[in-house]
């Protein structure tokens, strides 16, 4: 499998270099491999440098890894900001102290293309089981997080604000016909002030 992937990633890189020669036609030209898997074709024409770059992994720049345990299913969901700057991941498994499956979320932001950890997001009031960060929503710097779990499977959703770099805990969503095993926040959406919230196991 591993000989495989590495052929193909090959035959990739020389279709890609291929394709930078295209691009930068001229009698005396270089491509060649860069270091981090990026195609780099260099020509001069009439004395004119005239550099082509194609980035072979551009859809896998960064793994972002949550500081949680392993098996806290991080990644489960995950929300995007409108610029693309923000990220939001649950890891709704995650155990927090000694409750089991009490469920976290995790906020990154991207700044000169590098992603670091801006926040951990644990619900303030949270129990082993409420699955925190189940589904998960961001927009602009309003986060939602649901704990679909949470009071007997009533489910609820945490909303949070930012205010500067932190993220502070706004108000707590929860059905007004509230049921055991509703599972309210099954599926959360946002939309600036406007939050829609899934409760995919109400009668």
Known sequence: MVAQLARSFSTLLACLLALAALIAPAAHGLAQAAPGGQATAQASDLGAARPAAIDALAYF??????????????????????DGNTALVG????????????????????SGGLWTLQQKLVAADGAGGDEFGHAVAL?????????HLDDGGQGSVY????????????QKLTATSAAANDAFGGSVALSGDTALVGVWQDD
Do not use: H, M
């Open 139 to 147: 927009s602009g710097d309003t986060a939602l997080v649901s704990a």
């Open 61 to 82: 720049r960064q793994k972002v890894i949550a500081t949680g345990e392993a098996g806290s299913y991080f990644g489960l969901a995950v929300a995007l900001s409108a």
């Open 91 to 110: 890891a709704p498994i995650e155990d927090v102290g000694a409750n089991a499956n009490q469920g976290a979320a995790y906020l990154f932001t991207r």
């Open 159 to 170: 909303v949070y604000v930012r205010s500067g770099a932190v993220w502070s805990q706004q």
